[in-house]
Protein backbone atom coordinates (compact mmCIF):
# COMPACT_ATOMS: atom_id res chain seq x y z
CA UNK A 1 0.00 0.00 0.00
CA UNK A 2 1.41 3.73 -0.97
CA UNK A 3 0.73 5.95 1.87
CA UNK A 4 0.84 9.36 1.48
CA UNK A 5 3.85 11.28 3.20
CA UNK A 6 1.77 12.91 5.39
CA UNK A 7 0.18 9.92 7.05
CA UNK A 8 0.63 9.68 10.98
CA UNK A 9 -0.24 6.06 11.88
CA UNK A 10 2.01 3.03 12.00
CA UNK A 11 -0.97 0.46 11.64
CA UNK A 12 -2.34 -0.87 8.30
CA UNK A 13 -6.45 -0.40 8.18
CA UNK A 14 -6.79 -4.13 6.98
CA UNK A 15 -7.01 -7.22 9.04
CA UNK A 16 -4.61 -9.91 7.76
CA UNK A 17 -4.83 -13.80 8.21
CA UNK A 18 -1.63 -15.12 10.10
CA UNK A 19 -1.34 -18.43 10.40
CA UNK A 20 -4.80 -19.18 11.75
CA UNK A 21 -5.33 -15.74 13.59
CA UNK A 22 -6.79 -12.63 12.29
CA UNK A 23 -4.37 -10.00 13.08
CA UNK A 24 -3.82 -6.04 12.54
CA UNK A 25 -1.26 -5.43 10.27
CA UNK A 26 1.90 -2.97 10.35
CA UNK A 27 3.38 -1.07 7.86
CA UNK A 28 7.14 -1.79 7.41
CA UNK A 29 9.44 1.03 7.19
CA UNK A 30 11.80 0.85 4.49
CA UNK A 31 14.88 -0.55 5.65
CA UNK A 32 17.05 2.09 3.38
CA UNK A 33 16.64 5.19 3.13
CA UNK A 34 16.48 7.11 -0.63
CA UNK A 35 20.08 7.36 -2.16
CA UNK A 36 19.32 10.63 -3.78
CA UNK A 37 21.41 13.21 -2.78
CA UNK A 38 20.12 16.66 -3.36
CA UNK A 39 23.03 19.62 -3.44
CA UNK A 40 22.04 23.09 -2.79
CA UNK A 41 24.12 25.77 -5.04
CA UNK A 42 23.68 29.15 -2.99
CA UNK A 43 24.98 32.59 -4.73
CA UNK A 44 27.80 34.66 -2.13
CA UNK A 45 25.62 37.71 -2.50
CA UNK A 46 21.94 36.29 -3.06
CA UNK A 47 20.62 40.69 -3.65
CA UNK A 48 22.76 40.36 -7.01
CA UNK A 49 21.78 36.67 -7.70
CA UNK A 50 18.19 35.89 -6.02
CA UNK A 51 18.49 32.95 -7.27
CA UNK A 52 19.58 28.94 -5.29
CA UNK A 53 20.29 26.01 -7.83
CA UNK A 54 19.25 22.91 -6.72
CA UNK A 55 20.72 19.46 -8.09
CA UNK A 56 19.85 15.61 -7.29
CA UNK A 57 22.05 12.94 -7.87
CA UNK A 58 20.93 9.57 -8.08
CA UNK A 59 18.14 7.23 -8.49
CA UNK A 60 15.23 7.00 -6.09
CA UNK A 61 14.30 3.78 -4.62
CA UNK A 62 10.44 4.64 -4.05
CA UNK A 63 7.86 5.51 -5.73
CA UNK A 64 6.40 9.13 -5.86
CA UNK A 65 4.21 10.25 -2.93
CA UNK A 66 0.16 10.22 -3.64
CA UNK A 67 -1.03 13.64 -4.37
CA UNK A 68 -2.80 15.74 -1.31
CA UNK A 69 -3.35 18.75 -2.74
CA UNK A 70 -6.90 18.81 -4.46
CA UNK A 71 -6.20 20.90 -7.36
CA UNK A 72 -8.29 24.67 -7.00
CA UNK A 73 -11.07 23.98 -9.77
CA UNK A 74 -12.02 20.74 -8.45
CA UNK A 75 -12.05 22.25 -5.10
CA UNK A 76 -14.18 24.86 -6.27
CA UNK A 77 -16.94 22.93 -7.56
CA UNK A 78 -17.44 20.61 -5.07
CA UNK A 79 -17.33 23.47 -2.51
CA UNK A 80 -20.00 25.42 -4.98
CA UNK A 81 -22.30 22.02 -4.63
CA UNK A 82 -22.22 21.85 -1.12
CA UNK A 83 -22.68 25.46 -1.05
CA UNK A 84 -26.34 24.61 -2.86
CA UNK A 85 -26.81 21.96 -0.16
CA UNK A 86 -28.52 22.63 3.18
CA UNK A 87 -25.82 22.30 5.32
CA UNK A 88 -26.73 22.43 8.81
CA UNK A 89 -27.28 18.24 8.61
CA UNK A 90 -25.23 17.59 5.86
CA UNK A 91 -23.03 15.10 6.21
CA UNK A 92 -20.14 13.34 3.94
CA UNK A 93 -22.60 9.97 2.97
CA UNK A 94 -25.83 12.47 2.59
CA UNK A 95 -23.79 14.28 0.12
CA UNK A 96 -22.03 11.70 -1.37
CA UNK A 97 -25.45 9.94 -2.06
CA UNK A 98 -27.30 13.33 -3.22
CA UNK A 99 -28.46 13.69 -6.56
CA UNK A 100 -26.13 17.13 -7.52
CA UNK A 101 -22.66 15.57 -6.76
CA UNK A 102 -24.13 12.16 -8.54
CA UNK A 103 -24.73 14.54 -11.64
CA UNK A 104 -21.33 15.63 -11.31
CA UNK A 105 -19.85 12.53 -11.30
CA UNK A 106 -21.41 11.51 -14.19
CA UNK A 107 -21.46 8.02 -12.79
CA UNK A 108 -17.86 7.91 -11.90
CA UNK A 109 -16.29 7.53 -8.18
CA UNK A 110 -15.29 11.02 -6.24
CA UNK A 111 -11.30 9.12 -6.29
CA UNK A 112 -11.68 9.59 -10.20
CA UNK A 113 -11.96 13.37 -10.51
CA UNK A 114 -8.40 13.15 -8.49
CA UNK A 115 -6.32 10.92 -6.08
CA UNK A 116 -6.74 13.05 -3.41
CA UNK A 117 -10.19 12.61 -2.88
CA UNK A 118 -9.38 9.18 -1.63
CA UNK A 119 -8.98 10.56 1.42
CA UNK A 120 -12.75 10.97 2.65
CA UNK A 121 -12.52 13.39 5.36
CA UNK A 122 -11.42 16.15 2.69
CA UNK A 123 -15.23 16.22 2.41
CA UNK A 124 -15.74 16.40 5.55
CA UNK A 125 -13.24 19.42 6.09
CA UNK A 126 -15.28 21.17 2.84
CA UNK A 127 -18.64 20.74 4.70
CA UNK A 128 -17.37 22.06 7.92
CA UNK A 129 -15.89 25.02 6.00
CA UNK A 130 -19.08 25.85 4.41
CA UNK A 131 -21.36 25.53 7.53
CA UNK A 132 -18.68 27.62 9.39
CA UNK A 133 -19.09 30.53 7.21
CA UNK A 134 -22.71 30.20 7.10
CA UNK A 135 -23.21 29.84 10.62
CA UNK A 136 -20.04 31.43 12.19
CA UNK A 137 -21.50 31.27 15.73
CA UNK A 138 -22.76 27.59 15.22
CA UNK A 139 -26.14 26.53 16.65
CA UNK A 140 -26.34 26.89 19.83
CA UNK A 141 -28.11 30.33 21.24
CA UNK A 142 -25.63 32.23 20.28
CA UNK A 143 -26.45 31.19 16.57
CA UNK A 144 -30.10 31.36 16.87
CA UNK A 145 -29.01 34.93 18.30
CA UNK A 146 -27.30 35.87 15.47
CA UNK A 147 -29.51 34.73 12.83
CA UNK A 148 -32.06 36.48 14.49
CA UNK A 149 -30.17 39.69 14.49
CA UNK A 150 -28.99 39.07 11.13
CA UNK A 151 -32.46 38.70 9.58
CA UNK A 152 -34.71 41.27 11.98
CA UNK A 153 -34.69 43.59 9.02
CA UNK A 154 -35.98 41.19 6.73
CA UNK A 155 -39.97 40.71 6.01
CA UNK A 156 -40.54 37.15 6.69
CA UNK A 157 -37.93 36.50 9.00
CA UNK A 158 -37.07 32.63 9.73
CA UNK A 159 -36.68 33.61 13.13
CA UNK A 160 -39.42 35.90 14.08
CA UNK A 161 -38.79 36.07 18.25
CA UNK A 162 -36.96 35.30 20.90
CA UNK A 163 -38.21 34.61 24.27
CA UNK A 164 -36.72 33.82 27.89
Known sequence: MVRP??????????????????????????????PVTFYHIIPENLKECPFIATVSVGKHNHPPPPPYKTPYNIKNQLQNIINNEHTLDLTRRKFLTGTMIQNYLNGKQLSELHPSLNNQSKID?????????????????LGVTHEFMKHEKSEDPYIRSIRK
Open 5 to 34: NIARSDECPFLHKVKNRIVKGSVSKKASAC
Open 125 to 141: YYIGKTRRSQYPYGQNI
